[in-house]
């Protein structure tokens, strides 16, 4: 299983996971599609948490990456839509 080995890794999940009220949607004809995290308020989050930026901006994007496809496979099929990642 795939998981944080470092204390800053686990940081940044943790992190990860504070980022649910953060996502960037668009409805339009087609339905609703998450395009990915505010990324300016995922890193001044991440600030005020402590964790180093250059870790986050780092990590951030390929956690992104894989909740939006995760997020719009759910959407597509009709199932709902797991937020904790």
């Given at each position: ?26 409805t ?11 990324m300016?308020?995922a ?11 250059l870790i ?5 994007p390929?956690?992104e ?21």
């Amino acid at each position: 299983m795939n998981h944080p080995e470092t204390p800053e890794g686990w940081q940044v999940w943790d992190l990860a996971q504070r980022l649910t009220g953060q996502l960037r949607i668009a409805t339009g004809m087609g339905g609703t599609m998450v395009l990915g995290w505010d990324m300016t308020a995922a890193l001044a989050m991440a600030q005020a948490l402590g964790i180093d930026p250059l870790i986050a901006a780092e990590c951030l994007p390929e956690i992104e990456a894989v909740m939006v496809r995760k997020l719009n496979e759910q959407m597509t099929s009709h199932e709902r839509p797991d937020f904790r990642a």
